[in-house]
């Protein structure tokens, strides 16, 4: 048996730490970051930190559609003066051989935040609107998901006085609009 691995150093004795390859000078020491650069990463992480919490805050203020913001609605029932409520409770009630017609979509004027199936809440079509509204963050999203998988969602997204076309057809599913201007439909 003939020794060709040179002896190796018993354990716990130091050894040379490595160098470079022979022939190259060792690593320049790293230098340490200025006063300024620490002060600078700092500050940024602060803004930064800050901008993403009020990011936060404003789309929750935004996205607020609980039902006291939204205008009750009042049913006002008045009865004619020639037929009093008793008179017409006592009439049976008629019946009728048509087939009620399928609700058509309501044709409002605007479109405020919120969500819409398209075809039943709002009709099929194109819609534009005058940008986000004022305010502190102004960024007007239009988002759609698709009832199905063949149709690939849209968004659009707009600042202030930016102005956003969307066309929706019965496909889009849910449209889904936050801090935009109304969308009003197109003519």
């Known amino acids: 048996m003939s020794n060709q691995y040179p002896p190796q150093q018993p354990y716990g004795q130091p050894h040379q730490p490595y160098t470079g390859a022979p022939g190259y000078p060792p690593p320049p020491p790293k230098k340490k970051m200025s006063g300024g650069a620490i002060v600078a990463i700092v500050l940024g992480s602060v803004f930064g930190g800050i901008f993403i919490l009020l990011l936060i805050i404003g789309l929750a203020v935004g996205d607020d559609t609980s039902p006291s913001d939204d205008k009750a609605s009042v049913l006002e029932v008045t009865a004619s003066p020639s037929e009093s409520a008793a008179e017409k409770a006592a009439k049976p009630a008629e019946k009728t051989s048509e087939k009620p017609k399928p609700a058509e979509p309501k044709k409002a004027a605007e479109y405020p935040s919120g969500d819409y199936v398209v075809g039943e ?3 099929a079509g194109t819609y534009t609107s005058t940008g986000a509204e004022k305010g502190i963050f102004e960024l007007c999203t239009i988002t759609t998901e698709p009832a199905d998988d063949t149709t690939m ?12 076309i969307v066309t929706l057809a019965k496909d889009d599913g849910v449209v889904s609009i936050s801090g935009c201007e109304p969308l009003k439909p197109r003519k």
Do not use: Q, S, Y
């Not at 849209?154 to 102005?163: G, V």
């Open 121 to 123: 809440d709002i009709p």
């Open 153 to 164: 969602p849209k968004i659009k997204t707009a600042n202030a006085d930016e102005r956003v």
